[in-house]
């Protein structure tokens, strides 16, 4: 005689259905046969969350929002006066995307919602699935706005006349999306949160290389934006004598040297990237009059980033030969570590699915970084190919995603009866 | 008893009437207090070529074009089977040029045109002031356009299909610009000319800080344009570790040093400017996909220019690390010399008009560079401020202006009437 093993939450959870959620919201902003650009409150985002409310309202869940429009999808517990248990991620995505990145967070927490149901199964708290405003911030700058509202340590009115690269305010487009979505009208969702766990593809090749089906996400490192603007003055390209010139690219360009120099220090965990120039009048025979250009700098150890941090300050204060030099800091965001507790409950629900696990911490700035701020936070990482993320090219297999469903799942259980 | 001396053709230029056509054209196009966007087929260059035809009507001269919406205005002589003598420069500017470069040439030489009626002089060949199609070619590349069909260097055919950044094919504001403009049916301007003279602002620093009223100009520079493009893969700026770069913004700015390594040699002959850059994305936390650049590398030695062209495309062809590197030329142009008898001609008009002169070559291309391929040709150049140019803040003096205006007089008819 053969035991049959009862019945898991965790087997519920469909990799098919899954996986079509992934391709229907991949048809909403699609570019080329796989890309994907769905920027933030653009119509590709309203479209991409009105698609997440009908599948919501056909399960009969609350849909509700914020200010900042924060979309919640809402399966109630049995006592919904205790504060909810919170996943999901993000629906935006950068201007040349892939099908992943920030959505996978918001269709597994669907997928987990569903799950329930499917399985039968009724949790104390309630739990919420979030789609984040804005996390990605190459229409609107900052990145994070959603969370970090919701969290508190930043103000709706900072962002609200924040323009896009056409002049759009973001209040406008925030008006335009509030305006589209079909919500409940009272809240349920709102600090405090029990806890908040966002499930999201590596962005980075650990866990393909090493054969992992997990990773137990033990925090976030750190991240810092600068944009260097140096100025200079236009000039005629073929008379203007080296003496008379003042070329913001050749000042760009020494600029840059100097900070790689003080950066690229052979530590592998230094992340340095310059991802957006500019130029005026950007004209082949004409001096360079202003190069604008980004600074995307991450370290996972707080200490160093500050001493990278400086070092970019201290070769903007040294000034720019004959032209002008000014550094802004556009992001500030130190490392954070998630709660032992939490990495714990994570790394145990994917033990108990006989999943193989890391721990590691992310390479990526997430919304889960506010949320650490007010409730007990961690993350669940799946592989994705090459590590390759916002490109086109991001792949993550449907049973890779499935797998992060089910630690999901799990987790949420655990948290929303708390039994960890 | 005092002589007084007869009357000089030269003492008819009117400064004021000179200065007021000048600022007349800076209103079109006009960008700040003093700055000109005025590019090549554009509304605004229309509309200033509108004028210009408008004045020549009144003053019955006749208005030609081409293929190519070269505009020809022509004063006619006592025999007009003969090639005609031309002046000119060109209409169009930098998108954020001044309010002298180029228009001064057509001003000058429309001034002639005038001062010979108010000196009621007549000249055996007919004298034809010309503005060249696309000379700066920074709305259509490449620069040039309108003298290098005319004078054969190219094809017409070759540049119909060239788009501006807003992809409105060149064919196509060709066509509205030659419907535009009120000209006479027939050709009486064509190759072969006599000779060809152009005035315009230095456009460098040397007349003025020598206190030297006009610049007899012995050749042009050579000049070479080159189009670089990295290729690299778009990811994510903080998840992707060194070894799964290939960074196109990071091997763009390799390749620079290794360029500028190789061609800064301290010869203050040698001029190489970097005006253009493109990034794809162009998003602060992905690394750039692709990054496109330009070279204008110019040298009065055809020898040294050649070596750093050489330079240039062996750079490209090592390689860009990680990357893809590939390497157009825009524009090869090797440096010219105006024929001696030429510039002696230029040289003496000035000394008679009691002028202080000294030789130099151009700086900058200009459209006299293909006109010397197809008949004499010099140039003539006036101090301006600061040598400044491609800049709003380009300026030179009423005075100056009517110095080279005066010099260009006795010179076109010298021409004109066979006296050199």
Known sequence: MTLKPSPRIADFVDEQRLWRRHMDMAAIGAIGTDGVNRQALSREDIAARCMLIEWAHRRGYRVETDSIANLFVVRPGRNNTLSAVATGSHIDSQPSGGRFDGIYGVLAGFEALECLDDAGVETDRPIAVVAWTNEEGSRFAPSTMG???????????????????????????LATTLDSMAVDATYTVAPPLKAYIEAHIEQGPVLEARGIDIGVVTGIQGVRWFEIEITGRSAHAGTTPKANRSDAMAAAIDAINRVRLAIEDGDERTRFTIGRMEVVPNSPNTIAEIVRFTIDLRHPDAVELETYANAIRSICDAGAGPCGISCRELLSQPPCSFPELMVDTVESAATSLSLSTIRLPSGAMHDALFLASICPTSMIFVPCRNGVSHNPAEFAEPSHLANGARVLVETLVKLANNEQ
């Open 147 to 173: 969370s970090s509202v919701f969290a508190g340590a930043r103000q709706l009115d900072d962002f609200l006349n924040v323009t896009d690269s056409g002049g759009a305010p973001l209040h406008a487009a």
